[in-house]
């Protein structure tokens, strides 16, 4: 085919939805890995529904994929599309909102029926009308009849032919994006081939109807190609949030030449990590999928007592039930890592969308004075860094660490430059092998106040732990008021002291300015989309972005009293920001919060960051 008429773009937004039994998470799963495998940035964010089993065809069951790819490094999965693949009515009505002016939508006409529309809560006959879609290129395929047509000789039932026709959606993006066909291709045999090879050649027919037809037809009078993004060189491979936890994790034990053990309940969105772990026996993992959140840290600091590194894993409500035997953790001064993967709440809220309101309870939710280091990831690959960082922080300063993700990034994806491991350093936990002269003494610390870690079974080192408070020294239960509060300022010191080691505060873009917006973990792709637009537009707005919550790391207050206002920026009703005065009460914070269960945009951003400046 002759590529007449092919239009070189920047970056393009591609928002494929439907029915939650659509298959759009794998249609753009594979659009997302193809375009990575050309070489171009990407960027993705899978949109759940928030309800379990919502009726078929209705707006509250749509399920959504966004990518954003292009010829430099994305950041961030885009505001609103370029393009929006609809699988039916109640699709198109969710995502009208997201349609960029001039936008492309492309439709299946096959859903276009009364019972469809009805469903989907549409007053009329014609939804392009009723929403106002005359301005855009709609384009109105019968995919699912062009699917059927295309796939009636491979001798499956209506069904199974019927689930192909998100293939064929997939076919006409990679032609009107001029993207290969291959690697979906080849990814199909991989994943069918062998158990079910008809539904594997059925689904790569319907790939190829789909492209033929884009090709052939005279409703996209152009299509477009996006170049590679310039990267460092190196192997690199799609990934997102939750594994990149979890082999995060594994680099901490092998670094640390401990074996790991996970124990953990499953709960949306963090379950993913558990599963990734499970399957890392080769590298020694131990899992178990516990009764309750409850039974799951338990496992954890029991496996830490034994010798082992320990992480459970969860998301906010099960934060709040495994509260108690963190405080355990903290009182054994155990090392222990906590995965809190971020979800709206409170309570059950929205399990499948995100949120960063669990910062006060990682911070203060248990009883007692019970300090724990947090840390927070920003973006999909770089959960590997902070899970390493978490697990390096837990073992040689022995105490819990809690590693703050959330829902965004821990399901979002992007290009990651896999690490060579030579490059990242050696973990050192104060273990005790050989009891020294005069008897060993379990709460002898070290210059960064962590007690030895002297594992079970080794004569002359038999000691205890529990609950109850510990003699400073000794280790034998004391219920001296001196005593108690001497480990209590003990504690909380030894986490105090962590801030020597990690990095000192930095900014994005100048030193000094007009505005400094502050934001922290997965929100950083968009605020620095932002500041980076204004900074284009001249103005004087720069970035202070924090990973490392608890302690705070050196150079904040230097950094803050160089900008005339400061802007806090989260998914939250200002926990942060709440928090920054505490700790640095000499300055004036403006705020700018959501709780959508839906990320930033860039657009409100740059609205909020413009007033602040007149």
């Known amino acids: 085919m002759e590529h007449s008429n092919v239009r070189e773009l920047q970056d393009v937004v591609i928002r494929f939805s439907g029915d939650s039994g659509d298959g759009m998470q794998l249609t753009g799963t594979l659009f997302s890995d193809t375009s990575a495998l050309l070489g171009n940035g990407t960027s993705t964010f899978p949109d759940y529904p928030a309800e379990i089993r919502a009726p078929q065809g209705t707006v509250a069951g749509v399920s959504g994929f966004q990518v954003h790819f292009g010829d430099h490094r994305e950041i961030n999965p885009g505001d609103y599309c370029d393009v929006l693949v609809a699988m039916n009515p109640a699709a198109l009505k969710a995502n009208r909102k ?61 069904k199974a032919v019927t689930k192909c026709k998100n293939m064929f959606a997939l076919g006409i993006c990679f032609w009107l ?52 993004a310039a990267r460092e060189k190196g192997t690199y491979r799609s990934i997102n949030g939750n594994v990149a936890t979890a082999w995060g994790l594994c680099a901490a034990a092998e670094k640390a030449g401990l074996p790991l053990f996970c124990g953990s309940y499953p709960i949306t969105p963090a379950t993913v990590i558990l599963e990734e772990l499970a399957k890392r026996k ?28 320990a992480v459970t894993t969860t998301s906010g409500p099960g934060l709040s ?7 355990l953790a903290v009182m054994t001064e155990l090392p222990l890592v906590v995965v809190d993967v971020q979800r709206g709440g409170p309570s059950t809220g929205l399990p ?13 939710g248990r009883n007692g004075e019970c300090p724990v280091i947090v840390v927070a990831a920003s973006s999909p690959s770089d959960c590997f860094h902070y899970a390493f960082e978490a697990g390096r922080l837990a073992m040689e300063h022995m105490t819990p660490v809690v590693l703050l993700t959330d829902g965004f990034i821990a399901n979002g994806s ?13 973990i050192c936990p104060p ?57 209590v300022d003990t504690r909380a010191a030894k986490v105090a002291k962590v801030v020597d080691d990690i990095p000192a505060q930095t900014v994005w873009g100048d030193q000094e300015g007009e505005l400094l917006v502050v934001g922290w973990g997965g929100t950083r792709g968009h605020l620095q989309n932002a500041v980076d637009e204004m900074r284009r537009e001249g103005h004087k707005v720069s970035l202070c972005h924090f990973n490392y ?25 200002g926990q942060f920001a709440n928090y920054l005065r505490q700790n640095f009460q000499e300055f004036h914070y403006e705020q700018y919060n959501k709780c959508e269960g839906q990320p930033f945009t860039v657009v409100e951003l740059k609205e909020k960051f413009e007033s602040l400046l007149k």
């Open 98 to 158: 997201w349609l960029k002016p001039e936008a492309t939508v492309i439709i299946d006409g096959d859903s276009i029926t009364e019972e469809h529309l009805k469903k989907a809560g549409f007053k009329t006959l014609d939804p392009l009308a009723e929403l106002g879609l005359n301005e855009y290129n709609v384009v109105v395929p019968d995919i699912t009849s062009m699917t059927r047509e295309a796939l009636k000789e491979t001798g499956l039932d209506n």
């Open 352 to 364: 499948t969308k995100t949120e960063q309101s669990d910062l006060m309870q990682a911070l203060y």
């Open 282 to 309: 080769d590298l020694g993992v131990k899992t178990v999928q516990a009764e309750d959140e409850i039974a799951g840290i338990c496992t954890a600091i029991g496996a830490a007592f034994a010798g082992n590194f």
């Open 549 to 573: 919550i608890n302690p705070l790391p050196h150079g904040v207050r230097e950094i803050f009293a160089r900008f005339r206002r400061i802007v806090v920026c989260e998914l939250n009703e």
């Open 321 to 327: 039930l495994k509260s108690e035997a963190l405080g």
């Open 414 to 426: 992007e290009p990651w430059r896999i690490p060579s491991m030579k490059d990242y350093p050696k």
């Open 177 to 228: 994006f001029d993207r290969p066909e291959e690697y979906a291709l080849r990814y199909l045999d991989t994943k069918f081939a062998k158990k079910n090879p008809a539904v594997a050649e059925a689904n790569k027919l319907a790939i190829k109807a789909g492209y033929n037809y884009a090709a052939n037809t005279h409703q996209f009078a152009s299509h477009y190609t996006v170049a590679p």
């Open 431 to 487: 273990i005790v092998d050989v009891a020294p002269e005069g008897g060993f003494m379990p709460y002898v610390r070290n210059e960064q106040l962590a007690r030895g870690w002297a594992f079970p079974g080794k004569a002359g080192l038999e000691h205890r732990v529990g609950g109850l408070e510990k003699d400073a020294v000794k280790g034998s239960i004391s219920h001296d008021p001196a005593n108690h509060q001497k480990m």
